[in-house]
């Protein structure tokens, strides 16, 4: 691209804010009821770490997969790839976070029994992702047709997954971290051009996110010797 | 004269079929925009087109599309010919070609598409992809958005339009990026149209741009006639000055558009809009008076000044 330090964020941005919200009005329309199911197993989820951290970690993994998978193809291949062409290459990314997952699902390759400063900011950010983020819709004045809901929608699945890698223990926990912080990077990005306020979600779950890892750095550090 | 029930009911029908057509007639009043010759070939066309940047990329949404096409009609039906797209504009391409399959296909059209890719072989299919999106038999021009491998896509529609596939060859860029490739191109290159951004503030191409394409005999099309909205948007609480008046215009758009038209060297503006007054309240700028030189660097300085 020539000249590209004259290219701002608004030189990228396709489509209106009106047609972005609509889109999720379509989408919600088109899949309700399965906004049910999709919030039970956000539910199923928070009860599994709660009750059966080590033993529950399969299925945690196997549901954010499979979430992953049907965001990927349902919203961004089918439906924001429309308006938006780079999202036909951001898709792609969502079934490999998925694919990640439903290895690691297979492997056994997690636990989700952090606790501690960093678990609670986990905690926080998955209540948010599944509670807090349907109401920012109507809470703006959109109504609850465009409500964004885990499972269904990008953002809350993107940031519920910041919060159970916080809550997460593997080894392969670094590989499943990438996908689900660019993609709060452009969609906080994207709301943010288009001069939404929401735009703070995203960019907020990921700060938290990063100050919760940043704190598990320092203390895994600090702790070193003594292990 | 005795009122019957047969005479209300005749009487009721007219004022209700007088209503019904007050609007169309009222529109159907409007002046017809003015035109340009297109200097290649003399073709005649108006000097107010219709852009699809943004605004026509709606997607699969069905009620949106219908807005689109009812701006659509609106452009039509008040003299519009020349719609803009470009495969780089999301879903515009297949929302045009929505909209033109449900008017029945306008014989006013002028297509006006762009090839927009790295890659040059990756060109001609790129054109025919887009040609079924607006489902045209041809285009009228393909443009090369933003100069992108803009030697092998000239050279392509170069050989479509002495093949008969194609009538007019452009190149494009924007925001007054590579000004100073364009013009080497509009130098060395046989181009019918050249596009570009210029508007009330962004005047750079009143310097070497314009000039040159009224010497080379290039046609030229002007993009962000508003900033995007930007313009508009910045005076939307300003009052008209009353000097603007004698323009004929009722809105800081109108007035805009106005300084744009009145450069003679353009031969169309291409606002884009969602919607069907703006469209029409467009296409009317390009009729009545213009304004004169004075008159031009009144309205530039009483802009910037706001």
Known sequence: MSEWWTYRAVNFLLFSPRVYWRMFELHNAALWPLHVLTLAAGLIIILLIAWRPGTGARWIAFILAISWIFVGWSFLWNRYATINWAVAYVAPAFVVEGVLLLILSLLDGLAFDRRGPAGWIGYLILAFALAGQPLLAPLQGRGWASSEVFGIAPDPTAIATLGLLLLARGRLLPVLLPIPVLWCLLSGMTLRTMGEPQAWAPLAALALAAAGWIWTIIRQRGSWPVA | ?306
């Open chain 2, 1 to 306: 004269m005795r009122t019957t029930r047969r005479t209300f009911v005749q009487a009721a029908l007219a004022a209700t079929a007088a209503a019904t057509l007050l609007p169309i007639s009222l529109h159907a009043q409007q002046k017809p925009p003015a035109r340009r010759r297109i200097p290649s070939t003399g073709e005649e066309i108006p000097i107010v087109g219709l852009g699809s940047w943004i605004t026509f990329n709606v997607g699969d949404d069905p009620v949106l599309r219908d807005e689109c096409t009812d701006v659509m009609a609106a452009f039509f039906e008040a003299g519009g010919r020349m719609i803009d797209s470009s495969p780089m504009y999301g879903s515009s391409q297949p929302v045009i070609g929505y909209g033109l399959q449900k008017l029945g296909r306008p014989s006013a059209l002028f297509s006006a598409e762009k090839v927009w890719t790295s890659s040059a072989a990756a060109g001609p299919p790129q054109i025919e992809q887009s040609r079924r999106f607006w489902g045209v038999p041809k285009f009228d021009l393909v443009q090369v958005h933003n100069l992108l491998t803009w030697k092998a896509h000239l050279q392509t529609l170069f050989q479509m339009k002495a093949a008969g596939t194609l009538r007019y060859v452009g190149i494009t860029t924007s925001e007054g990026r590579r000004h100073d490739l364009l013009e080497q191109i509009m130098r060395n290159e046989p181009i019918d149209f050249v596009q570009f951004s210029y508007n009330v503030v962004d005047r750079e191409a009143e310097a070497r741009l314009l000039p040159l394409a009224t010497e080379r005999g290039i046609a030229v099309i002007v993009n962000r006639p508003f900033r995007q909205g930007a313009l508009t948007n910045r005076l939307k609480n300003a009052p008209l000055p009353e000097w603007a008046i004698e323009l004929g215009v009722s809105s800081w758009a109108q007035l805009m558009l106005k300084f744009i038209l009145s450069h003679p060297a353009v031969t169309v503006a291409i606002p884009a809009t969602t919607r069907v007054e703006h469209v029409r309240e467009n296409l009317a700028a390009a009729a009545g008076p213009m304004p004169d030189p004075a008159m031009r660097e009144r309205i530039s300085a009483h802009v910037k000044a706001l």
